[in-house]
C-alpha cells in the first residue's frame, strides 16, 4: 500500500522543522525590542498576505488550462481558498495601526518578494500544483494559541493589535488538513510530486531566513 503524499512530503519537511522552529522562537523570544520584531513581522506578513488571493486565483486559472482529469477539482479548491483569505490583509493593516505603526507602503523585504515570487515562476513555468507545497509550509506555521496572550503581555500592546495572530491559531490548522486532503486525492505523477515537494522545501527555508531577519533587533535587515 502507497504511502499518502501528505505523508511522504511531511516525512521531508522534517528536515526543514527544525531550522524553521529556531527561527520562530528567535523572533519571538521575550527579551530585546519584541514590540519593535512585532511590527516588522506585521509588515513582512502584510506584503505576503497581499499576494495570496492573486496568487490562489492565477493558480485557479492555470488549473483551468489543464487535461488533468482531477484539474477542475483543484481549480475549485483553489478559488474557494482565495475567498477564505479575501481581507486578511486588511487584518494585518489593522493591526499595525493599533501598535502604532504609522501608515504608509514601506517596501517589502526582498525574502518576501521571493516567497511569493518564486510562486508565480512555479504557476506559469512549472505546474499549479506546486503552489500547494507553499500553503502546507505557511498553514503549517500556524501560530500556537497562547502566542498572542503572550505577546501582548510581553510588549503591552493592546490586545486588539494581534487579531490576525489570534485568528490564525484557529484558522490554519483547518486549513492545512484541507490542504493534505487535497495532496492526497490528486493523482499527481512523480515528476508533479517533486514540484510540490521542492516548492514545500524551497518555501521553508526561505521563510527561516525572513524570521531570522525579522529578529534581528537591528532592524531586520541584516
Do not use: K
Request: aromatic fraction near 6%; proline fraction near 6%.
Amino acid at each position: 500500500m502507497s504511502i499518502p503524499f501528505s505523508r511522504a512530503l511531511n516525512a521531508r519537511l522534517a528536515l526543514a522543522t527544525p531550522a524553521l522552529h529556531r527561527a520562530s522562537a528567535r523572533l519571538w523570544r521575550p527579551d530585546g525590542d519584541l514590540a519593535g520584531r512585532y511590527r516588522r513581522y506585521l509588515r513582512a506578513m502584510h506584503a505576503l498576505t497581499t499576494a495570496s488571493v492573486p496568487l490562489l486565483e492565477r493558480a485557479a486559472a492555470a488549473c483551468a488550462r489543464l487535461d488533468d482529469d482531477w484539474a477542475p477539482a483543484l481549480a475549485a479548491y483553489f478559488a474557494g481558498h482565495a475567498e477564505d483569505e479575501r481581507g486578511h490583509d486588511a487584518w494585518l493593516l489593522e493591526d499595525l495601526a493599533t501598535a502604532g505603526e504609522p501608515a504608509g507602503s514601506p517596501l517589502p523585504p526582498p525574502l518576501v518578494v521571493e516567497l511569493a515570487g518564486s510562486q508565480y515562476y512555479r504557476i506559469e513555468h512549472r505546474h499549479p500544483a506546486a503552489l500547494l507545497g507553499y500553503l502546507a509550509v505557511l498553514e503549517g506555521q500556524a501560530p500556537s494559541p497562547v502566542l498572542a496572550g503572550a505577546l501582548a503581555a510581553r510588549t503591552g500592546l493592546p490586545a486588539a493589535a494581534f487579531r490576525t495572530v489570534r485568528e490564525h491559531a484557529d484558522l490554519d490548522a483547518e486549513h492545512l488538513a484541507e490542504v493534505e486532503r487535497q495532496l492526497d486525492r490528486l493523482s499527481l505523477t512523480a515528476a508533479q510530486q517533486t514540484e510540490v515537494a521542492v516548492s514545500a522545501l524551497h518555501t521553508a527555508g526561505t521563510l527561516a531566513r525572513l524570521f531570522h531577519q525579522l529578529a534581528a533587533d537591528s532592524g531586520g535587515q541584516r
